[in-house]
């Protein structure tokens, strides 16, 4: 489940920036900020990322920076999208969401046709979470339940999703700080989400659209 990383040491090496270049793009919003993760080593703590989304991003931004500034990239790679509303039949369409996944939850939303954002990407969540297969149709209801009355943590797209199960049993969790959360040793994570980069991708896929 875990998600393969590389320390900052190898991604300056591997990409060429230097370090004032990573920074500066942080400061400019061009990486974003959950990306940068702390970890203890044996030689005191060091910064890893992502490894395939942080190598993507650099290329990215390398590709356009001589053509646009940074300030430009920075629109292009995290446009405003929390007020852009999608009839269902174009989420449908593009597939951002699967026909099967709407059809699912269509009665949560009594009749409504154009959904926001927010909503987008409730869907989009569970659409992610279903599609691991180690979640049954029963358990992403639940999951769906909680992310409904946690709106406002979706809507700031902060934190972590988490599907635990032990002993055929599984609870979900809505977490800010993954690096206290710990867990029996007979427990399974079968999902981790992050909402943050749950929403990345979202508008990645609503971009490519031509949203």
Same mark, same amino acid.
């Given at each position: 489940m875990d998600e393969k990383l590389i320390s900052k040491?190898? $991604? &300056?090496r591997l990409t060429g920036i230097s370090y004032g270049q990573l920074y500066r793009w942080k400061r400019k919003n061009l990486i974003p900020e959950e990306w940068f993760i702390r970890k203890s080593t044996y030689t005191g703590q060091e910064t890893f990322f992502p490894k395939q989304k942080i190598l993507d991003r650099i290329d990215k931004i390398k590709r356009m920076k001589d053509d646009l500034s940074l300030d430009e990239i920075a629109e292009r790679l995290s446009p405003n999208l929390a007020e852009v509303m999608l009839p269902v039949e174009e989420i449908i369409k593009r597939n951002i969401v699967s026909k099967e996944v709407w059809d699912l939850f269509a009665d949560e939303w009594n009749g409504v046709k154009? !959904? +926001?954002?927010?909503?987008? $990407? =409730? !869907?989009?969540?569970? #659409? =992610?979470?279903l599609k691991t297969g180690d979640v %049954? &149709?029963?358990? #992403? +209801? =639940?999951?769906? %339940?909680? $992310?409904e009355a946690h709106a406002s943590r979706v809507r700031e797209q902060k934190g972590e999703l988490w599907v635990i199960r032990k002993m055929g049993i599984a609870i979900s969790l809505l977490t800010d700080s993954v690096q206290d959360l710990y867990i029996e040793a007979d427990a399974k994570v079968v999902v981790r989400l992050s909402l943050a980069q749950c929403a990345e991708e979202l508008k990645i896929r609503m971009m490519d659209g031509g949203v």
């Amino acid at each position: 489940m875990d998600e393969k990383l590389i320390s900052k040491k190898e $991604l &300056l090496r591997l990409t060429g920036i230097s370090y004032g270049q990573l920074y500066r793009w942080k400061r400019k919003n061009l990486i974003p900020e959950e990306w940068f993760i702390r970890k203890s080593t044996y030689t005191g703590q060091e910064t890893f990322f992502p490894k395939q989304k942080i190598l993507d991003r650099i290329d990215k931004i390398k590709r356009m920076k001589d053509d646009l500034s940074l300030d430009e990239i920075a629109e292009r790679l995290s446009p405003n999208l929390a007020e852009v509303m999608l009839p269902v039949e174009e989420i449908i369409k593009r597939n951002i969401v699967s026909k099967e996944v709407w059809d699912l939850f269509a009665d949560e939303w009594n009749g409504v046709k154009t !959904l +926001h954002f927010e909503q987008i $990407l =409730r !869907l989009y969540v569970i #659409a =992610r979470t279903l599609k691991t297969g180690d979640v %049954s &149709l029963e358990e #992403a +209801h =639940r999951v769906w %339940s909680m $992310l409904e009355a946690h709106a406002s943590r979706v809507r700031e797209q902060k934190g972590e999703l988490w599907v635990i199960r032990k002993m055929g049993i599984a609870i979900s969790l809505l977490t800010d700080s993954v690096q206290d959360l710990y867990i029996e040793a007979d427990a399974k994570v079968v999902v981790r989400l992050s909402l943050a980069q749950c929403a990345e991708e979202l508008k990645i896929r609503m971009m490519d659209g031509g949203v």
